[in-house]
Nanobody, 127 residues
Framework: VQLQASGGGLMEAGGSLRLSCAAS????????MAWFRQAPGLEREFVSG????????YDSDSVKGRFTISRENGKNTVYLQMNSLKPEDTGVYYC?????????????????????WGRGTQVTVSS
């Protein structure tokens, strides 16, 4: 599984960005997807996750109400719409994939649950 994230950039506080992550896999619909981020000097943290069919999403408290994760299985792509950006949202954003063995709906928030990672895209929010 190869994941390619894009859409990062420099934005003023209060602005919006939309990240995309394209997956090169035949069975994209069998993977839960998530976004994590890592700021300089800090550990990687969970941002948002979406179940294999898009019916279940979960956001961290720090982005709840501002970020929205979604997916288009027909395009093998997951998105992260980021609104009302804050300087503390600055970091490298990574998309991650978790292969499922059942159709249960859940979202893992631990990075250890995701064996597949993209290279990341930089998001910088200026104050």
């Amino acid at each position: 599984v190869q994941l390619q994230a894009s859409g990062g950039g420099l934005m003023e506080a209060g602005g919006s960005l939309r990240l995309s992550c394209a997956a090169s896999v035949r069975t994209f619909g069998r993977y839960n997807m998530a976004w994590f981020r890592q700021a300089p000097g800090l550990e990687r943290e969970f941002v948002s996750g979406v179940s294999w069919n898009g019916d279940l999403t979960y956001d961290s408290d720090s982005v709840k109400g501002r970020f929205t994760i979604s997916r288009e299985n027909g395009k093998n792509t997951v998105y992260l719409q980021m609104n009302s950006l804050k300087p503390e949202d600055t970091g490298v954003y990574y998309c991650a994939a978790e292969r499922l063995v059942s159709s249960a709906l859940f979202v893992d928030t631990s990075s250890n649950a995701y064996p597949y990672w993209g290279r990341g895209t930089q998001v910088t929010v200026s104050s």
